[in-house]
Structures are given as structure tokens and as C-alpha cells.
């Protein structure tokens, strides 16, 4: 405790005695004139201890002061020889951490080239193997791409010699189609070709004389039935091949020339209606043959043609010729073959009535004979029931008499049965 507190506590304590001698003064009945005295003394006492007390408190004050500055003096003194302590580890730990920065900067470096020389040697090692790598498989690429090329070249040379063979080929068919007569015998093989395809033998002929008395020879004539007698007519077919006139105007067509396309389809149509006047002329007769011919344009092209410009029809009208290409030819020839197929079944019918015929009286014989046999095997059945029955009865009873004669007596033989089953 301060000496400052120590002299408040004991005025205070002072006064608090006063009041306390008071109050018991006062408890006791004492006269108002003294308490007026003891009041002016107890004043003056205050008083004169306030003076006291103020006299002390200042001294105290002045001593408290002393003391505050010199504690301060003596702390800040106390701060200075600390603060001058933390700034001398401060320099220290300055120069310290200088230092270990410095041992770890060169360690860092040191380890940063061995990184580097081993990161540079590590790259090299792998620069060198993709090198190889990638001249390996470089090599093995341009090698199968070599390869490749050297094959699709061998390729390129068989198909040049291919395609010059075929070139040999298309000008020998040229050759073969600028030829009149070739081209016919061409249209005549393939007309041939597909009569064998869907007819048989026996259903047409070839090189055929139509007419009597003519020796105009058709290429192919279809045998059609006529009459129930087995008689036929031929249905004349002659093919045709107006390749240069059909050349012309694909030519025409090419070129986009209107006067030449009109000129080569005059030609053409003056051709293809020359040529089935001749089949009329020369095959058509009838009863002989039928009241139209079949001219046959082997190539498809050349019968769309002929077709677009209308002259099936015309054709049909003044001459009685129909025009008929590959597919349309092969179309016919199915519905023939159809037909001739029906008029068989039709044949066969007749031939399998009168089979059915036959067959129904032979069945009526058959039942005859059937009900005859029937009756004769209800007789013997009969004859085998009365067997069985009659005369297996007529034994047991004779085998009977057998089994009871005595001991002694003599057995006599059995009589014979009779046929209505006695004994005789």
C-alpha cells in the first residue's frame, strides 16, 4: 500500500470516529450547549485535521510523483536496454538469415544445373531414341508405300494392257458392226440364243421356207398349234440390226445438230420400215403362218428408239409387223410357252377322261369281284364256326366215355364221327 492511500484511509477513519462519538453523544442526552461546544471542537478538529490532511496529501501526492517518475524512468530505462537487446538479435538473426539464405541459394543452384545437365542429358537420350523411331518407321512407311505404289503401277500397266486389248477388241467389233451382214448374223445369234433359253426344240424351226413355192428363208419361225389334229402354223421372226443408221443419229445426238438428228431419224425409220416390208413380203403367208411377223432389233437402245418415235404402231397397221427388242422378245416367248403349255393341260384333259373312264367300269368289275369274295368268306366262316363248335363238342364227349370206364373192363375203340356229328 502506497503512503498516499495509507493517509486518505486515516482521515477517513478519523472522521468516521467523529461521527461515531457524535451519534453516541447524542444517544446519551447530552446538553444542546455542550454539543454546540463539542460541535465547534469537533469543527476545529475537522478542520484542523483537513489542513493536516491536505498538508499530506500534498507531500504524499509530491512523494507519489517522485516515485511514478522514477518507476517510469526506471522502465523506460528498462525498455531502452530491452529494445537496444531486440535490436542486437535482430541484427543478428539478420546476418543469420542472410547467411542460411545464402547456403540455400547456392544449394538451389547447385541442385538447378545438376537438374538442368540432367534434364538436358535425359532429353538428348530421348530426342535420340524418337530420332530412330521416327526414321524406323519412316523407313518402313515409305517402304510399304513403295510397295503400294509399285503394285498399283503393275496394277495401271495390266489395266493399259487390258484396256488396249479391249481397244484391239472394240475395233474389231467396230469392224464386225460397220459390216452388213455381220451385224445380222450378230442380231441372228442373239435372237437364238434366247428362243433356246425358253422354247424347246420342238417348238420352233430355223431357216424355215413359209411360204410355198418361195425360197425366201426366214431366220426363226415359232411352231403355233392349229386344230385338234396336231397341225401347226409359224409365227415368222427375222431380226435386224440398222447399226450405221442407229450410229448416225447417236452421233447426231452427241453434237446436238437438230438437222442431223432429224435426217439420221428419217434414215432410220425408212430403214426399219424397209425391213418389215420384206418380212411381210417374203414370210407372211396365211393360213401357213399367222397374219403377223416379229421383227427383232437386237439392242435395246435401237428398240427405244424406234419405239419413241411411234412406229410400233404404224408398223403394226401397214405392214402387220410387231417390233420387239431383247426384253420384250423374251416377254413374248414366256407368254407363248404359257400358252402352249396351257393347250397341253388341255390335251392331257381329254386323254385323262377317258383314263377315268376305263378306270370307272374297271371299278364296277372290282366291286363284283370284291362282293363274291366277301360272300365266300362269310362261308367259310361259317364252315370254320361249325368246326370249331360241333365237333370240338363231339370229341370232349368221347374223350368223357374215356376217362370213366372201370378198371377191369376192356376199352373198346371209339366210333367214328360222321360228318353231321354222331357216331356211327
Known amino acids: 500500500m502506497t503512503e498516499m492511500q495509507f493517509i486518505v484511509l486515516t482521515a477517513l477513519g ?74 542486437e538479435r535482430f541484427r543478428n538473426l539478420s546476418v543469420q538469415n542472410e547467411l542460411q539464405l545464402d547456403g540455400i541459394r547456392r544449394t538451389v543452384e547447385t ?37 503400294l505404289v509399285n503394285e498399283r503401277l503393275e496394277q495401271v500397266y ?16 467396230k469392224k464386225v458392226l460397220s459390216n452388213v451382214k455381220t451385224r445380222g448374223i450378230l442380231g441372228e445369234i442373239q435372237l437364238g440364243a434366247i428362243l433356246r433359253e425358253i422354247l424347246t426344240p420342238d417348238q420352233y424351226d430355223e431357216n424355215v421356207a413359209t411360204r410355198r413355192g418361195s425360197s425366201e428363208r426366214v431366220e426363226f419361225a415359232v411352231k403355233l398349234p392349229a386344230g385338234d389334229d396336231g397341225g401347226f402354223i409359224y409365227l415368222p421372226i427375222d431380226a435386224k440390226f440398222p447399226g450405221d443408221c442407229y450410229a448416225a443419229l447417236a452421233d447426231a445426238y452427241d453434237a446436238g445438230d437438230a438437222a442431223a438428228i432429224e435426217a439420221a431419224g428419217k434414215a432410220l425409220e425408212s430403214r426399219i420400215r424397209s425391213e418389215a416390208k420384206d418380212i411381210r413380203d417374203k414370210y407372211l403367208h396365211v393360213p401357213e403362218t399367222t397374219e403377223f411377223g416379229i421383227l427383232f432389233l437386237p439392242v435395246e437402245g435401237l428398240y427405244a428408239e424406234v419405239v419413241r418415235r411411234g412406229m410400233v404402231e404404224r408398223l403394226q397397221q401397214e405392214f402387220k409387223v410387231n417390233i420387239a427388242g431383247p426384253t420384250t422378245m423374251a416377254a413374248l416367248l414366256n407368254s407363248l410357252q404359257m400358252g402352249f403349255k396351257t393347250l397341253a393341260i388341255q390335251k392331257r384333259s381329254s386323254e385323262v377322261w377317258d383314263i377315268l373312264a376305263g378306270v370307272k367300269s374297271e371299278f364296277e368289275t372290282f366291286g363284283k369281284a370284291l362282293l363274291q369274295t366277301q360272300n365266300r368268306l362269310h362261308q367259310a366262316s361259317d364252315e370254320l364256326e361249325n368246326l370249331v363248335g360241333v365237333r370240338t363238342r363231339q370229341i370232349q364227349r368221347q374223350l368223357k366215355k374215356v376217362t370213366t370206364l372201370p378198371a377191369g373192363e376192356t376199352q373198346t375203340p371209339a366210333p367214328a364221327l360222321t360228318d353231321e356229328g354222331d357216331p356211327e
Open 14 to 87: 478519523g472522521l468516521s470516529l467523529l461521527l461515531s462519538l457524535a451519534a453516541l453523544l447524542r444517544r446519551r442526552g447530552v446538553e444542546r450547549t455542550d454539543l454546540e461546544q463539542l460541535r465547534r471542537d469537533l469543527n476545529e478538529e475537522l478542520r484542523a485535521t483537513r489542513t493536516e490532511l491536505n498538508a499530506s496529501l500534498g507531500s504524499a501526492l509530491k512523494n507519489y510523483g517522485d516515485v511514478q517518475s522514477g518507476a517510469l524512468r526506471q522502465i523506460a530505462a528498462a525498455q531502452d536496454d530491452r529494445l537496444k537487446g531486440l535490436d
Open 111 to 147: 541442385r538447378l544445373s545438376s537438374l538442368q545437365e540432367d534434364n538436358s542429358k535425359r532429353l538428348e537420350q530421348m530426342r535420340q531414341t524418337v530420332d530412330e523411331k521416327l526414321q524406323k518407321t519412316l523407313e518402313d512407311k515409305l517402304t510399304k508405300s513403295f510397295g
Open 158 to 173: 495390266k489395266g493399259l494392257g487390258e484396256m488396249q486389248t479391249l481397244a484391239v477388241g472394240v475395233g474389231d467389233l
